[in-house]
């Protein structure tokens, strides 16, 4: 039988992904030096012959397009629930119409090192991103590709970096939130932002602003906290909150993980939720149904965002020239406990 990548794998003890980007010219630069020649040396001696021909002429026969993916927070894209879900969605949808999908990290948005990986991947039908709107250099080192190009997340306004991309309107949905809590009764309505220049951070406060508004209600500049996306500011922020003189009796949080360390934040002084504060958050990530209280939330349906982007980016390869519009993905507020609504809830217990 023909040497395999994982024969070579287990025989100078390195895993599978290590040997096949050593052996691969695109990805070899990503793999240490060192190990890099144990590989390559490994496949002389064993007789490893590269299946770069093979999977080229597969390509010809089935003439399944390569689609590429990448993002500007790499390498926090993947510690985050959400963004993971995403990416879950793009290689589902992927395998669905047959496609291949390859993954290029830039590690800290490095515009230089996104060109060199484009320029090795000339082979691409189109690309997929996420996290465009803090990295407007991407853009451009896209564009100088030239091939169809879908984004992730919202991309309207003045300086709008990708004419083709999939959303979720964090205006209409922050505003859903922080009318609901209106509706409960609240007018001291807190806010922890996302991060700094993000545009999903800046639509998710004028959706809080026009719910206020509408309502009459001032906006304070005492009730609004600088957050990062992260359940660390959440903590940070919450400590701030609850040190303030205008303690707020409601907090929409940007995010569900600066949600949840709000409530780590309350709970650590003995405030408590939803009695004092109630909360609102944002996402709906796996952990907010499981949080002490439940956390009410906006649903941002994740994998439908990276499944409908592969679907976009096919129709455009598929059609050069066609002119589509951007693809909005609807939120909708799910209730649970911190909100303060009155609905039945589980009995919670110290013992």
């Known amino acids: 039988m023909p040497t395999t990548l994982k024969d070579i794998a287990n025989k100078i003890n390195v895993s599978y992904s290590t040997v096949s980007r050593a052996v691969n ?4 630069a990503l793999v240490n030096p060192k190990t890099r020649k144990r590989v390559l040396e490994a496949v002389k001696k064993y007789g490893y012959v590269t299946n ?19 993002s500007d927070q790499f390498p926090h894209f993947l510690c985050g629930e959400y963004p993971v879900k995403v990416f879950s969605g793009i290689i589902a949808e992927a395998e669905k119409q047959g496609c291949d999908i390859e993954l290029f990290p830039v590690l800290q948005g490095n515009s230089n090192e996104l060109s060199r990986q484009l320029q090795l991947r000339r082979n691409l039908d189109g690309v997929v991103i996420y996290g465009h709107e803090s ?36 205006r209409t949905g922050a505003q859903k939130a922080v009318e609901h809590l209106i ?3 609240k007018r001291r309505i807190a806010i922890i932002l996302g991060s700094a220049g993000s545009i999903d951070a800046q639509l998710r406060f004028e959706g809080y602003c026009a719910a206020l508004k509408t309502q009459g209600i001032p906006v304070l500049k005492e009730l609004i906290f600088q957050g990062g996306f992260n359940r660390v500011s959440g903590f940070e922020q919450g400590q701030k909150i609850l040190e303030s003189k205008l303690l707020p009796d409601a907090v929409f949080c940007s995010n569900d993980d600066m949600a949840i ?3 780590r934040a309350m709970d650590k002084v003995g405030v408590r939720c ?12 796996e952990q907010a149904e499981y949080t002490v209280p439940p ?4 649903v941002q349906p994740a994998d439908k965002l990276g499944q409908n982007a592969v679907a976009l980016l096919l129709k455009l390869i598929q059609n050069p020239g066609l002119d589509l519009k951007p693809l909005e993905i609807p939120t909708q507020l799910i209730v649970r406990q911190s909100c ?3 609905i039945q809830a589980p009995a919670y217990s110290a013992a």
């Open 340 to 342: 303060g609504a009155r």
């Open 274 to 285: 939803p009695q004092d504060i109630a909360i609102i958050g944002f996402d709906d990530i």
């Open 295 to 298: 956390l009410t939330t906006i």
């Open 261 to 263: 360390g709000l409530l």
């Open 52 to 70: 770069r021909s093979a999977a080229m002429l597969r390509r010809q026969i089935t003439q399944a397009p390569i689609i590429g993916f990448t």
């Open 183 to 185: 509706q409960l009764g």
């Open 25 to 28: 010219p695109e990805t070899a």
């Open 135 to 170: 990295r407007p250099e991407f853009a451009q080192a896209l564009a100088g590709l030239q091939i169809p190009t879908v984004a992730i997340g919202n991309c309207q306004g003045a300086n709008a970096t990708y004419r083709y991309y999939v959303y979720c309107d964090g």
